[in-house]
T-cell receptor
Framework: GQNIDQPTEMTATEGAIVQINCTYQTSGFNGLFWYQQHAGEAPTFLSYNVLDGLEEKGRFSSFLSRSKGYSYLLLKELQMKDSASYLCAVWTGGGNKLTFGTGTQLKVEL | DSGVTQTPKHLITATGQRVTLRCSPRSGDLSVYWYQQSLDQGLQFLIQYYNGEERAKGNILERFSAQQFPDLHSELNLSSLELGDSALYFC???????????????FGEGSWLTVV
């Protein structure tokens, strides 16, 4: 089976940088996704990593190390609207199964 | 707008009843995933279909079933409903499983089910 760990909660200041970590143990790895989810809304795609390294997309960057079973999401220039749950998800089984971690609730404060 | 359409958006029904949730994937997407998210809980993977065939199954109860039709839309059937089945049910779609970077899984807005 899959085991995905993320911190439950994090708090950061507007304008700052925050790093949300995700560790996983799985077999048949096909990639790792990060999603943002506001309460009661659909998860919104942020990033996808399948190779080791850093993927940058505007204020958001995601890093993957397959050998360590580790990923992080980096959010820069934090805004109040970034307050949300951030979900790490691992794609396995030839892409047939996407398993989510329990999510990290990020609170951005003034 | 992700391009994934789910109906109904909201549904209230009584215990013991049966409901059907419908999902239309993005145009061209062959894979459909179903998830359950209870209040303050994470996304629980239920089942995945690819081009009409079941490919992966998660923690889906025997009272629940799903199928994907030739036109690629999918339905999730929930029967003998219990209070604990009250949740937000999401459908997601992707073009094809397990291919190189650039693939994305898009989620619909979800169907809110309340069992009373």
């Amino acid at each position: 089976g899959q085991n995905i760990d993320q911190p439950t909660e994090m708090t950061a200041t507007e304008g700052a940088i925050v790093q949300i970590n995700c560790t996983y143990q799985t077999s048949g790895f096909n990639g790792l996704f990060w999603y943002q989810q506001h309460a009661g809304e659909a998860p919104t795609f942020l990033s996808y990593n399948v190779l080791d390294g850093l993927e940058e997309k505007g204020r958001f960057s995601s890093f993957l190390s397959r050998s360590k079973g580790y990923s992080y999401l980096l959010l820069k220039e934090l805004q109040m609207k970034d307050s949300a749950s951030y979900l790490c998800a691992v794609w396995t089984g030839g892409g047939n199964k996407l398993t989510f971690g329990t999510g990290t609730q990020l609170k951005v404060e003034l | 707008d992700s391009g994934v359409t789910q109906t109904p958006k909201h549904l209230i029904t009584a215990t013991g009843q049966r409901v059907t949730l419908r999902c239309s994937p993005r145009s061209g997407d062959l894979s459909v995933y179903w998830y359950q998210q209870s209040l303050d809980q994470g996304l629980q993977f239920l089942i995945q279909y690819y081009n009409g065939e079941e490919r992966a199954k998660g923690n889906i109860l025997e009272r629940f079933s799903a199928q994907q039709f030739p036109d690629l839309h999918s339905e999730l059937n929930l029967s003998s409903l219990e209070l604990g089945d009250s949740a937000l049910y999401f459908c997601a779609s992707s073009p094809r499983p397990g291919t190189a970077s650039g693939n994305t899984i898009y989620f619909g807005e979800g169907s809110w089910l309340t069992v009373v």
